[in-house]
């Protein structure tokens, strides 16, 4: 199980639009809609922002949306606000009821 | 509301065994819809599945962790158990417990707690 692979940061400026990727392979992202996004702030537990590649828990604000196409994953985020600044990181279903999450990425707001 | 916490030592030491229990409350352990699972995160790096446990009994470990590893459930207090054992500084780390909740959402997760192998 090899992590999947994320850009290790993303900017953007407030109102902008920015797009988190997250590549597997055909063992994991490819074969299974069963990819999730967590937001992640400093000392905090990770919270379930997207699931099942693109739909949102109870709660979560639309502005968050996600999507996949072959072995790549991507969560966007629109209408940036300073509080999304955080941590973002995947994770997808490996088979053989495995996980496996990506490298994490961390997005700033300008 | 279901929240889950985590217990245990925070230091270990090396060549030792590292012992954590998750007590899960406002929910039954036992829900067929749920698999149990330890997740953990070394200092400054990303997150890392370490296995899932369901009501049952029934497990699944990471294929790199799986030598050490044993995860066990106690239906009766709603608990489950990480054991990790011939720990090294590698295994330092915040252990979260979380829900997996089926088919596959890691949706409740417990405040972490860090957990640090020296001698």
């Known amino acids: 199980q090899s992590a999947l692979t994320q850009p290790a940061s993303v900017s953007g400026s407030p109102g902008q639009s920015i797009t988190i990727s997250c590549t597997g392979t055909?063992?994991?992202?490819?074969?299974?809609?069963?990819v999730s996004w967590y937001q992640q702030y400093p000392g905090k537990a990770p919270k379930v922002m997207i699931y099942?590649?693109?739909k949102r828990p109870s709660g979560v604000s639309n502005r968050f949306s996600g999507s996949k196409s072959g072995n790549t994953a991507s969560l966007t985020i629109s209408g940036l606000q300073a509080e999304d600044e955080a941590d973002y990181y995947c994770?997808?279903?490996?088979?053989?009821?495995?996980?496996?999450f990506g490298g994490g990425t961390k997005l700033t707001v300008l | 509301q279901l929240q889950l916490q985590e217990s245990g030592p925070g230091l270990v030491k090396p060549s030792e065994t590292l012992s954590l229990t998750c007590t899960v409350s406002?929910?039954?352990?036992?829900?067929?819809?749920?698999?149990w699972a330890w997740l953990r995160q070394p200092p400054g790096k990303g997150l890392e599945w370490i296995g899932t446990?369901?009501?049952?009994?029934?497990?699944y470990y990471n294929s790199s962790l799986k030598s050490r590893l044993t995860i066990s459930v106690d239906t009766s207090k709603n608990q489950f158990s990480l054991n990790l054992g011939s720990v090294t500084a590698a295994d330092t780390a915040v252990y979260y417990c979380?829900?997996?909740?089926?088919?596959?959402?890691?949706?409740?997760w417990g405040q972490g707690t860090l957990v640090t192998v020296s001698s």
């Open positions: 979380g829900r997996l909740q089926k088919p596959g959402t890691f949706d409740y």
């Open positions: 446990i369901y009501y049952s009994g029934s497990t």
């Open positions: 406002g929910g039954s352990i036992s829900s067929s819809s749920s698999y």
């Open positions: 099942d590649v693109s």
């Open positions: 994770c997808s279903y490996a088979g053989s009821t495995t996980w496996v």
């Open positions: 055909s063992s994991d992202v490819g074969s299974y809609n069963l």
